[in-house]
């Protein structure tokens, strides 16, 4: 008969499904707002405020880990998973931040489609995160993260395809700078959330 590794207590996982659930709130919010087409104040707050949301759920996560003696996985697997998807959490409102600073168009087709991807991607390892803890559900957990990493793969190929079309049919050299830094933060936020589903594949091979 198969043992479960994971004890009868699961405050850990719960507290890492509230963190990639908050993600995807994130992301959908930030989806939504490209699709109306106004980054103003208002949607800047607000994603200002779901940053500072996951924030504190990796603020009580750490607290836990210092008053707990004995976790269900290792301690140091669950700080770096609370730790990389505080990390896409925080490009996010970075990316917010910048498109009203740089007062740029919302709805800049490749841009969006970036943002599309990255919603998916937080979808997929709201979904690895919230099975995790059921060793029973391992096999789906790791498609998951395999379908992260294929969306990491068409991030990679669109960055390459909106930076081309920018040099091609922009003429401000300003817009070109924004932009670029813009279609990289979004790419690299793409490889962060593959660092999430590395961690999780990580933990899946020690425990499997």
């Not at 659930?21 to 994603?47: C, H, I, P």
């Not at 896409?88 to 498109?99: E, P, Q």
């Amino acid at each position: 008969m198969a043992l479960n590794f994971m004890p009868k207590e699961v405050k850990f996982f719960d507290y890492l499904s509230l963190q990639a659930e908050n993600l995807v709130k994130a992301s959908g919010y930030f989806k939504s707002v490209l699709k109306d087409g106004v980054m103003n104040e208002l949607a800047a707050r607000k994603m200002h405020d779901l940053e500072h949301e996951g924030d504190t759920l990796m603020h009580e996560i750490a607290d836990m880990l210092n008053r707990t003696f004995i976790t269900p996985i290792d301690r140091e697997d669950i700080f770096a998973l609370a730790n990389q998807l505080d990390d896409v959490l925080d490009l996010l409102n970075a990316m917010a931040s910048r498109m009203r600073l740089y007062k740029l168009d919302p709805g800049e087709t490749y841009f969006s489609q970036f943002i599309d991807l990255i919603d998916q991607s937080a979808a997929a390892l709201s979904n690895a995160v919230k099975h995790m803890h059921d060793t029973k559900k391992a096999r789906r957990v790791l498609d998951h993260c395999i379908e992260v990493n294929r969306l990491e793969n068409l991030g990679d190929a669109l960055r390459e395809k909106a930076i081309s079309s920018l040099f091609e049919t922009e003429k401000d050299p300003m817009m070109v700078i924004k932009w670029k830094e813009m279609y990289e933060v979004a790419e690299g936020t793409l490889d962060n959330c593959e660092h999430v589903a590395k961690v999780i594949e990580s933990i899946l091979v020690k425990h499997g």
